[in-house]
C-alpha cells in the first residue's frame, strides 16, 4: 500500500522558463537544492520551505546542468556556459570569488552520491571524476558515442563498491544505452528495440541491485517496460539489442503523451507524471503511484495547474514543477502483499500456531463429496500401484458421505436444540471425520436460514461452539454476523472478531456501534470474555490504592516536562490521571472494545462508516483509547498484560482514525477539550522521550564512526568518553 501525503508549495518558479533544470539532494536531510532554468542555484530546508542559501552568476553568463553536493567536501559544484565549473562553501557569497575552472569541452551533467566522488559527464559520452579533471582542467576528452548521437539521459548508480553510469542517446529516431563501469572501465552499450506504432520514449530510471541495472522507460503510447542489464558481461563491438519487457500499461485513450516523468519508489512501487484521460475527452495531468507486482493503482493526484513533466524523488518526498511553484508531496509506500492490499493482520500469537496444520481433500470435492476432509499435512508420495488400485475403493465411499451430510444438513431445519448439539458434537469435538471449513460454512449458513425464518429460534451456544473450531470465517456465512447484530448478542460477536480475518470494516464498525451505545445494565448478564482486560484493569485498582503515581521508566510521567499554557480549566488536574475513573467503562465493555481493536482492517474503507458513531460514542471511545495509551506507557515494555490485548502501534492507529473521521465534531465538542488536552500532553511528553533518545543515538553513531588509534600499549587502561 502507498500513499500521498499533503503536498505544500517549496518555492515559485521563473515565468515561461519551461520548469527547473534539477533538484539534487542538498548534503543533509531535509535539505534540496533546486537549480533554475536561469542563473541561480537555492538550497531549501524543504520541510521549512525557506532558502539556507542562494547563488547567482552573473549577467549574461547561463546555468547549464543542475548544481550537484560534493558529500566529501561540503562543497557545491555548477556548470555554467557550458564548459565553466564553479565550486564553492556555505559562507561564500559572490560566484565570482570562488574557485572557476574552464574546461576544454561542452559538460552534459554532474553526478554526485554519498561516499562517492563527483562525476562529470561530458556531452561526447566521456566521464570523468572531478578531482582528475581539477588537476588538468584543459586536459584532452576524447569522444565516446559517435558526432550524430545526442545524449538524452544519465543516471549514477551505486551499490557498495560498485559505481555505474547510465546514459541514453538517441540518434534519427532510434535510442541507444551505454552502461559504463568503473574499475575497470568496461562500457556496455546496447540499441533500445524500437516501438511497432513508432511511439517515442519520453522518460528514463534506473536502479542496480545485485550487479544488476534495471533500466524503466516510459514511452509516449503509455506503455512503461523494463531492461535487465548484467554486469558481469564484458564489453564488445558487436551492436546488441537490449530486450525489454512490458511493466505496466497506463489507462489508454485517444491521446498520445506528449511529455511524462518516471520515478522508482521502492522494489515494488513506481511513480508515474502524466496526462490522464477524462469523462470530457480532455486531460488532465495527474501524479499516480502503482505497484509494479500487483499491477494495481494505489493513489493518485491531479495537478490542475500542468507541470513542466519533470519529477525527482528523494527522502520520501516527490518533488514537481506545478504551474509556477515547485511542490513537495512526502509519500509512504509499505511493503508489498496480498495481505497488506487487503487489509491489516492481526498479529497471530507463537501459542496459536499449530504444530500439525490442516489441508483440504479438493480431490474429494471435485468427485462429488459433500464435505472436504482434513488430512495431516504429510510428505508427497509418488503413486503406487496399490494406491492406484485403493483409490477407486475410496471413490465409492464418496456417495454415502455425501448422503450422511445432506441428511445431516435437513436435520438442522427442523431438529430441536438438543438434538442438533448432539448430531454436531463430533464437529465441535475436532474429530478428523468431521472437521472441515466446507462442512461448518454449511452447516452455519443452514442455522443462520432458520434463525431469520424462525425468530423464535437461536442457538447461541451452538454458533459460538461453531465459531471457535476455527473452521468458520466470515466468506463462508456472511449473514451470521448479521444476525448476532440483531440478536445483539456480544458474546457471539466478541468470538467471531476474535477468530474471522476477513470481517469487513463497515461490520466491525456496526460492533462498535453496538458496544458503545450498551448500558452496563444490559452487559451485566451477558457472557463476555474478560480475559484481555482483567490483568491489567484489576492490577490499575490495586495500584491506585497503595501507591501514588511515579514517574516511569520508558519516557511517559504523568507529571509533564512542561507546563502547558493553554487557557482550557480543566475539572480534574491536568498533570495526573485519576486513578478512580482511569477506565471509563467496565470489564466486559473494554473486553470487547478490544476485539474490535485487534480486528483486521484497511484505513481506506474504515474511515467511512467509522463516521457513522455519535458524538457521545467517539468521546467514550477516544477515552477508553487514552486510557490503554497510558496503561502501556507505564511499563517499559509498551505492552500490555494478558492474551487477545492491543498493542501501542494499533491502540495508536485507532486514535489517529477516530479522529480523522471526527475531527470538526471532537474540536467544537465541550466536553472533549480535557480529553484533548491530556492527550497533546502525553503525546509531547514522548515526542521530547524520544528526541532524547535520537540525540543519545546519534552521540553513540558517532562514537562507532570514529577511529580511535590505540595510545597505550599497557594490558589496562582507560578511556572517558564525555556525551554533550
Excluded at 558529500?71 to 556548470?79: C, D, K, L, P, R
Excluded at 498520445?256 to 470530457?280: E, F, M, Y
Excluded at 510428505?379 to 503406487?384: C, L
Aim: proline share 5%; glycine share 4%.
Amino acid at each position: 500500500m502507498a500513499t500521498l501525503g499533503e503536498g505544500f508549495t517549496l518555492c515559485g518558479l521563473a515565468p515561461g522558463a519551461g520548469g527547473p533544470l534539477g533538484v539534487e539532494p542538498g548534503g543533509g536531510p531535509d535539505r534540496a537544492l533546486v537549480t533554475d532554468s536561469g542563473r541561480t542555484v537555492t538550497l531549501y530546508k524543504v520541510s521549512d520551505q525557506k532558502p539556507l542559501g542562494s547563488w547567482t552568476v552573473k549577467q549574461g553568463q547561463r546555468i547549464t546542468c543542475p548544481a550537484v553536493y560534493n558529500f566529501e567536501t561540503g562543497e557545491y559544484i555548477a556548470v555554467h556556459d557550458n564548459k565553466v565549473l564553479r565550486i564553492w562553501k556555505d559562507e561564500d557569497v559572490n560566484l565570482e570569488k570562488v574557485f572557476k575552472a574552464t574546461l576544454s569541452e561542452d559538460v552534459y551533467r554532474l553526478h554526485s552520491h554519498p561516499n562517492v566522488e563527483p562525476l562529470v559527464v561530458f556531452k561526447r559520452g566521456a566521464i570523468r571524476y572531478l578531482d582528475a579533471l581539477l588537476a588538468a582542467p584543459q586536459q584532452r576528452v576524447e569522444a565516446v558515442i559517435p558526432e550524430e548521437e545526442v545524449i538524452q539521459w544519465t543516471e549514477m548508480c551505486v551499490e557498495a563498491q560498485q559505481i555505474i553510469l547510465v546514459f541514453i542517446t538517441e540518434k534519427h529516431g532510434d535510442c541507444y544505452v551505454y552502461v559504463q563501469k568503473f574499475n575497470p572501465n568496461v562500457l556496455l552499450k546496447y540499441k533500445l528495440k524500437p516501438e511497432e506504432d513508432m511511439s517515442n520514449p519520453l522518460s528514463f530510471t534506473a536502479s542496480l541491485k545485485n550487479k544488476t541495472v534495471t533500466l524503466l522507460s516510459l514511452y509516449s503510447n503509455r506503455c512503461s517496460y523494463k531492461s535487465l542489464v548484467s554486469l558481469l558481461q564484458s564489453g564488445t563491438e558487436e551492436e546488441q539489442i537490449l530486450p525489454k519487457s512490458l511493466l505496466l500499461r497506463l489507462p489508454m485513450s485517444s491521446t498520445v503523451l506528449k511529455r511524462a516523468a518516471l520515478g522508482i519508489l521502492d522494489n515494488t512501487h513506481i511513480a508515474v507524471l502524466a496526462a490522464s484521460p477524462s469523462q470530457n475527452n480532455d486531460t488532465k495531468e495527474c501524479l499516480c503511484v502503482w505497484n509494479i507486482k500487483f499491477q494495481t493503482l494505489q493513489t493518485s493526484k491531479e495537478l490542475p495547474q500542468g507541470t513542466s513533466g519533470q519529477l525527482w524523488c528523494y527522502e520520501g518526498k516527490l518533488y514537481v514543477a506545478h504551474g509556477k511553484t515547485m511542490i513537495v508531496i512526502p509519500y509512504q509506500c509499505e511493503n508489498s502483499s496480498l495481505a497488506a492490499a487487503l487489509g491489516k493482520l492481526k498479529n497471530i500469537q507463537v501459542s496459536e500456531v499449530k504444530t500439525a496444520s490442516t489441508i483440504v481433500n479438493w480431490n474429494v470435492f471435485l468427485e462429488g463429496g459433500s464435505e472436504l476432509q482434513p488430512q495431516q499435512q504429510s510428505p508427497v508420495k509418488t503413486d503406487s500401484k496399490r494406491t492406484l488400485r485403493s483409490r477407486k475403493s475410496n471413490m465409492a465411499k464418496v456417495e454415502p458421505e455425501a448422503r450422511k451430510g445432506e441428511q445431516l444438513l435437513e436435520d438442522l431445519k427442523t431438529a430441536s436444540l438438543n438434538c442438533i448439539e448432539g448430531e454436531l458434537q463430533p464437529i465441535f469435538s475436532n474429530k478428523p471425520e468431521s472437521n472441515s471449513q466446507i462442512t461448518a460454512g454449511q452447516i452455519a449458513t443452514t442455522l443462520v436460514s432458520r434463525c431469520t425464518a424462525e425468530p423464535t429460534f437461536y442457538p447461541q451456544n451452538i454458533l459460538i461452539q461453531l465459531v471457535q473450531t476455527r473452521q468458520l470465517s466470515y466468506s463462508l456465512c456472511p449473514d451470521l454476523m448479521a444476525v448476532a447484530l440483531e440478536k445483539m448478542d456480544v458474546c457471539l460477536l466478541q468470538r467471531c472478531l476474535q477468530q474471522f480475518p476477513d470481517i469487513p470494516e463497515a461490520v466491525t464498525c456496526a460492533c462498535l456501534k453496538t458496544f458503545l451505545s450498551m448500558s452496563d445494565a444490559n452487559l451485566e448478564g451477558a457472557s463476555v470474555d474478560v480475559g484481555s482486560v482483567v490483568c491489567y484493569i484489576d492490577a490499575a485498582r490495586e495500584n491506585i490504592v497503595d501507591k501514588p503515581m511515579e514517574v516511569v521508566q520508558n519516557g511517559f510521567s504523568p507529571v509533564l516536562v512542561e507546563e502547558d499554557s493553554s487557557d482550557i480549566q480543566l475539572t480534574q488536574n491536568p498533570h495526573t490521571m485519576d486513578a478512580k475513573q482511569s477506565c471509563p467503562v467496565n470489564m466486559k465493555k473494554a473486553a470487547l472494545l478490544n476485539a474490535i481493536l485487534i480486528s483486521a482492517y484497511s484505513d481506506t474503507f474504515l474511515l467511512p462508516p467509522l463516521k457513522d458513531l455519535s458524538a457521545q460514542q467517539v468521546l467514550l471511545f477516544l477515552q477508553y483509547l487514552q486510557y490503554l495509551y497510558v496503561k502501556c506507557s507505564e511499563n517499559v515494555s509498551t505492552s500490555l498484560p494478558g492474551v487477545d490485548v492491543p498493542t501501542i502501534n494499533q491502540i495508536m492507529d485507532w486514535m489517529s482514525l477516530l479522529l480523522d473521521a471526527h475531527f470538526t465534531v471532537v474540536v467544537m465538542l465541550p466536553e472533549a477539550k480535557g480529553l484533548l488536552t491530556n492527550l497533546h500532553k502525553f503525546v509531547r511528553a514522548q515526542v521530547k522521550f524520544y528526541s532524547e533518545l535520537n540525540k543519545i543515538e546519534g552521540s553513540l553513531q558517532e562514537l562507532q564512526n570514529a577511529k580511535y588509534q590505540q595510545k597505550y600499549s599497557g594490558l589496562y587502561s582507560i578511556e572517558v568518553l564525555e556525551l554533550i
